[in-house]
């Protein structure tokens, strides 16, 4: 059966699949491949994208009454797909139906160029990302001290001094954007406290090292805000 | 997301997330991505060799070309399909319902 499920952006994805939207509804539903697959995905993919833990909340806040719904619109979901393709194509759905050798070899080659503009798209975007690191990094050099730098380039993590208390807090830049901060206590190289926080402008990713740096800032510049902000932890 | 007029959030992060966009040429949004553990290359000609009981639109036997793979560890991946009966339209599969062409 085919459902096509519209995004904000006016997106239409086909999915073919048991009981149409109701198993994408279904997310507690474990009986079939198919939502086992979809309720799975959402699992796995809740640690990359925060956004993904709100869908699977939502799915499995979804009430019987809606799911009922769903049920109804998915048995209505083949004869809708058939206008829809009907109208977009000028001609009925014919399930038979076997492309020509010479259709077969226009849509091969459709998307061998499709594949290698995509592929030389994902070349240069690795391109700008690695040259956009190569900068984050060093302008995040230029903004170190010499004390800061060595301690950086050897055992990559620097210590800053919060602007208002003067505690010291050390930036690991070895262990990503989450929760590399540490609170140090006194002169020690001892933590009390782990701090989480990093920026995200419009959903973007951006190079670690202009996180780093931004962390940096905010916590000579303005330390109160930072630690109002950050996920604190308690160590040790 | 809207499923016929029911909205869910978070399906243009989903797209997003897995590359899905509008292609030139066809009626649907896919992504040509390929999932590193996908059984199926992009380009593969498949088969469809199992339908849920209530039964898929394209029954088994129909043939089509994958378009391009999604997946996560520990999950059967899903491939976008342009079926034969349904040209310039992708289909997003799972991998239990295809089988190689030949």
């Known amino acids: 059966m085919h459902v096509w499920v519209n995004s904000a952006t006016a997106a239409t994805v086909w999915i073919e699949t048991q009981t149409g939207a109701a198993a994408w509804m279904n997310a507690t539903n474990s009986a079939t491949a198919t939502s086992n697959w979809i309720s799975t995905m959402g699992n796995c993919t809740t640690t990359s994208t925060s956004s993904f833990y709100d869908a699977q909340t939502q799915l499995i806040q ?42 077969l070899a226009e849509r091969a080659e459709v998307n061998a160029r499709a594949e290698l ?19 984050a990094r060093e302008l995040l050099l230029d903004h170190l001290t010499d004390a800061q730098r060595e ?34 206590v006194g002169e020690t190289a001892h933590a009390d406290e ?12 951006i190079p670690d090292y202009d996180q780093f740096l931004a962390q940096k800032l905010m916590i000579e510049g303005d330390e109160d805000s930072f630690r109002k902000i950050a996920n604190r932890s308690r160590v040790g | 997301m809207k499923i016929e007029g029911h909205t869910i959030a978070a399906d243009e992060a989903f797209a997003k997330y897995f590359g899905i966009e509008d292609q030139p040429g066809y009626l649907t ?60 339209v992708a289909t997003l599969v799972v991998e239990d319902k295809l089988g190689p062409a030949k």
Not at chain 2, 77 to 87: H, K, L, Q, S, V
């Open chain 1, 62 to 103: 979804i009430s019987s009454q809606q799911q009922a719904m769903q049920m109804m619109l998915a048995q209505q979901a083949n004869g809708l797909a058939n206008s829809q393709y009907q109208n977009d194509l000028g001609r009925r759905y014919d399930p038979s139906r076997r492309m020509s050798a010479a259709e």
């Open chain 1, 117 to 135: 503009e995509r592929r030389e798209r994902a070349e240069e975007e690795a391109k700008k990302r690695k040259s956009a690191r190569a900068r």
């Open chain 1, 151 to 184: 301690t950086f380039e050897k055992n990559h993590w620097f210590v800053v001094e919060g602007g208002r208390s003067k505690r010291r807090y050390r930036i690991d830049t070895a262990r990503g954007t989450s929760g590399n901060v540490e609170r140090l």
């Open chain 1, 194 to 205: 782990r701090l989480c926080i990093h920026h995200r402008p419009g959903g973007e990713p």
């Open chain 2, 29 to 88: 949004p896919f992504t040509r991505r390929q999932w590193p553990l996908a059984k199926y290359m992009n380009g593969a000609r498949v088969r469809k060799v199992w339908q849920d009981r209530t039964g898929d639109i394209h029954p088994p036997g129909s043939l089509g070309t994958v378009l391009g793979s999604i997946g996560a560890l520990g999950m059967q991946a899903g491939y976008f399909i342009e079926w034969d009966a349904t040209p310039h």
